[in-house]
């Protein structure tokens, strides 16, 4: 019966997925619950973390630009000591330096504070409200009747806008606190314009209440951009301690991976002898019952019966070797025994061990080498392991009747390789990587009724990694199979001329004196007759 087009696929996951997505669900709603009572708790809206760092930085600026509002402020006062009374003129300087200092020194009082939630609150009204009387105090000196004419009016309108632009830069990290400093110096300037009852007037004080609109909202925008960057260091350090807390869980779980796999090794070492001592026995004995060394059976059939006992053995004992090399390649314990060795006659030893078997098959192997190939230098045991895995896996899953190609030849690069092409069912685009796995086996091959180990292909490509080589597998469903490996030009040897070697002296040990033909002995001097020797 067909299951029906409608119903859901049920796809079971592993235990791991179904415990661990729980867990970070659970930690996601935590954390938006907790960020959901900060915000409650806070005065503006955000974390109380935010609001803090904004007062910081709000101090800080206010810090670094006492200067400039203490310039601003005696210039201010030196200009309309021209235009008023300068008795009025030096008290209102005063009086601002006053309340300018008393800002200094809160901004220094609060940076130099521990931070607390309730402080912050606390700290945030007070600012707001010398804020508010800083910008009044700018009131008064800017509303003052200094005249109606075009100068007067010109004057108050730039002083207006440079106290208002640099009152919103300064507190910009505290939007209200920068409304509470410019909107006093905005609104009683636009009223002093209007009540002057003019229509240039009018258009005077439309524009201070649009400059005060236009510089609340970059103010708004500085503290928006602020408020961002925070947010963005926040979240930068919440990844990096998520990043930490994931490397700590990943260490713990390769340092459990290491000792399991140290406990694996042990095990298959202990294991070898337990399994290699019964199974030369049932090797043995078989052997005997087979052969019938001691008498024929009684019942024929027998026979048959060791000869199965036999190859079931023989079977499981190659299993055992197989299992023991993996995981020593895996724990990097496979030694290379290193020599000089002829690929091709590796690969033709190969061919002539496994031919009996492909001929019963109807399978015809052709061997493609060329001539006068060097010796490589690399481990021969290893390298016949690989040709016989790959001719076997060639082999089992090719049809009666098929072929098989077997090349040795010269890569591009100057190593060799060798190629192993096959006619049989051949494997999917998508089961290479399976079946490249340890135990992986594709649906052919669980499919065909000679089944393997899935550890061939593995154990290959270990090995030709091992010697720096590559392994190469391309197939096509009812095409055919092939695997290509290739030895790197540095295991090349090239062929060496003979060293020479220095032949030995025939020159006596006695020289003969042209002058009058006497002998006497090598590297000794001719003594003459007045020496007295």
């Known amino acids: 019966?067909?299951?029906?087009?409608?119903?859901?696929?049920?796809?079971?996951?592993?235990?791991?997925?179904?415990?661990?997505?729980?867990?970070?669900?659970?930690?996601?709603?935590?954390?938006?619950?907790?960020?959901?009572?900060?915000r409650l708790t806070s005065t503006s809206g955000t974390r109380p973390a935010f609001d803090r760092e904004l007062l910081r930085q709000y101090a800080q600026t206010r810090l670094s630009a006492s200067l400039v509002v203490t310039l601003l402020v005696i210039g201010t006062g030196i200009l309309f000591g021209f235009w008023m009374q300068p008795l009025t003129a030096a008290i209102w300087s005063c009086a601002m330096l006053c309340i300018h200092a008393v800002i200094v020194r809160a901004c220094n009082r609060y940076l130099a504070e521990a931070p607390s939630p309730s402080s912050t609150r606390k700290w945030r009204m007070r600012f707001i409200g010398l804020d508010l009387l800083y910008g009044m105090c700018w009131t008064v000196i800017l509303v003052h009747p200094t005249g109606v004419d075009v100068v007067s009016n010109s004057l108050m309108m730039f002083l207006m806008l440079l106290v208002v632009a640099v009152s919103s830069m300064l507190a910009a990290n505290l939007p209200i606190s920068a409304f509470a400093a410019t909107a006093p110096v905005t609104l009683g300037v636009a009223l002093n314009f209007i009540l002057r009852g003019t229509f240039d007037n009018y258009v005077l004080a439309v524009l201070a209440v649009a400059a005060e609109g236009y510089f609340a909202l970059l103010a708004h925008r500085l503290h928006s951009t602020t408020l961002a960057t925070l947010e963005a260091r926040a979240e930068k350090d919440a990844l990096i301690g998520e990043l930490e807390q994931a490397k700590a869980i990943s260490d713990e779980a390769r340092h459990r991976a290491e000792a399991a796999n140290v406990a694996k090794s042990r095990f298959l070492a202990q294991m070898s002898h337990e399994l290699r001592t019964p199974l030369n026995a049932i090797l043995g004995f078989s052997e005997v019952m087979k052969s019938e060394i001691f008498g024929g059976h009684a019942v024929p059939v027998y026979k048959d019966y060791s000869a199965d006992i036999h190859n079931s053995g023989v079977h499981l004992l190659n299993l055992i070797n197989e299992i023991l090399d993996l995981s020593r390649i895996e724990a990097g314990r496979y030694e290379l025994n290193e020599e000089a060795v002829s690929l091709v006659h590796v690969v033709a030893d190969c061919h002539h061990l496994l031919k009996l078997r492909a001929s019963s098959r109807g399978i015809t192997i052709h061997e493609v080498f060329e001539q006068g190939m060097p010796r490589i230098w690399g481990d021969e045991r290893a390298s016949r392991q690989i040709v016989l895995n790959l001719l076997s896996n060639a082999i089992k899953f090719t049809p009666q009747g098929g072929e098989i190609w077997l090349k040795v030849g010269w890569t591009a690069s100057g190593g060799q390789y060798l190629s192993c092409k096959d006619t049989g069912s051949g494997i999917a685009e998508d089961e290479i990587p399976i079946v490249l796995a340890s135990f992986g086996q594709g649906s052919n091959s669980i499919k065909s009724a000679e089944q393997g180990a899935g550890l061939g292909l593995p154990i290959a490509k270990s090995l030709i990694d091992m010697h720096g080589g590559t392994f190469t597998l391309k197939s096509k469903l009812r095409v055919g199979t092939e695997v290509i490996i290739t030895f790197p030009p540095e295991r090349v040897m090239s062929a060496l001329a003979p060293m020479a070697e220095e032949a030995p002296s025939l020159q006596p040990d006695y020289e003969i004196n042209t002058a009058d033909e006497r002998r006497r002995p090598r590297n000794k001097p001719i003594m003459s007759a007045g020496t007295g020797l």
Request: glycine content about 0%.
């Open 1 to 38: 019966m067909s299951k029906p087009a409608d119903r859901p696929e049920v796809v079971q996951l592993p235990a791991e997925k179904t415990i661990v997505a729980p867990a970070r669900n659970r930690r996601a709603a935590a954390q938006r619950v907790r960020e959901a009572r900060d």
